[in-house]
């Protein structure tokens, strides 16, 4: 069942998407194809291209934005969630339905931009990316694991802050009126004081020793350098995943026990 509604999401998404992705990679190419082969450049037309693609890019941003927050909150917090929540599945794959195909897109957008980027500014720079000899690739397992946990750490706090934006809307559905409002108010207010308790943990790491990262492998007898990356890692990918768990969890709870379509 999670198969369907997560199929169902993409199809009800992808209309959205599709004709502003087409359309920032056919200004990007035809950019790309102008500043390519024309010997003396054509600086009218290619500052059109450049102002059409600001502007796909802005949208693009904006109808991103704009899907994660309202397929989440129209199909599980308003009316449409009387059906949702009468499905044989669980409040779960009811999140999870909504979760991945956000995240999907979030990703492909910023993929797509980049390479729209890439293929604007300089056409050579991405027939270089198909050139494997050029790349020179030569890690040994310690480049390999800081990359994976890096890109590993990345795609965890991008999960978590579509799971940030769907806790904020599952606490603000609590209130009988003006819940979108509530929503947002919990959004912003739960952004600063997180922001403040990291402006205050830095601060005060930083009172403990110069290099709050060398004491902190210190305390845990980090001698050597692979025992640092190691740690490293484990903090990284530990800390970025428990910024997923904890509002999943508190999602989870508020729309299994909590919730308000009334």
């Not at 499905?87 to 999870?96: A, W």
């Not at 990356?229 to 990284?236: A, D, K, M, P, Q």
Request: charged share 10%; net charge neutral.
């Amino acid at each position: 069942m999670l198969g369907k509604l997560i199929a169902y999401e993409f199809r009800a998404t992808a209309r959205y998407f599709l004709p502003i992705y087409a359309a920032l990679l056919l200004v990007s190419l035809l950019s790309g194809l102008l500043d390519a082969s024309s010997q003396y450049g054509m600086p009218l037309m290619q500052a059109i291209l450049v102002f059409s693609y600001t502007l796909l890019a802005l949208a693009l941003g904006v109808i991103t934005l704009v899907v994660i927050i309202t397929r989440f909150y129209r199909n599980l917090l308003g009316q449409e969630g009387y059906l949702m929540f009468t499905l044989p599945v669980t409040v779960d794959q009811n999140i999870l339905a909504k979760l991945l195909p956000a995240f999907v897109w979030l990703v492909g957008s910023i993929l797509l931009l980049c390479l729209c980027m890439v293929l604007l500014i300089d056409w050579q720079l991405f027939l270089d990316l198909f050139d494997v000899s050029a790349w020179q690739l030569q890690m040994g397992w310690q480049g390999v694991l800081g990359a994976v946990s890096v890109l590993l750490g990345l795609i965890l706090l991008m999960l978590a802050q579509i799971l940030f934006a769907y806790m904020c809307m599952a606490i603000g559905q609590r209130f009988n009126v003006h819940k979108f409002i509530a929503s947002v108010a919990i959004y912003l207010g739960l952004s600063l004081v997180l922001q403040i308790g990291l402006i205050l943990t830095i601060t005060i790491a930083g009172t403990v020793a110069r290099d709050p990262l060398a004491w902190l492998m210190t305390c845990f007898l980090a001698t050597s350098e692979n025992m640092q990356l190691i740690l490293f890692c484990l903090f990284w990918v530990g800390g970025a995943f428990l910024c997923c768990l904890v509002p999943y969890l508190i999602t989870r709870m508020q729309l299994k026990n909590h919730l308000n379509l009334a």
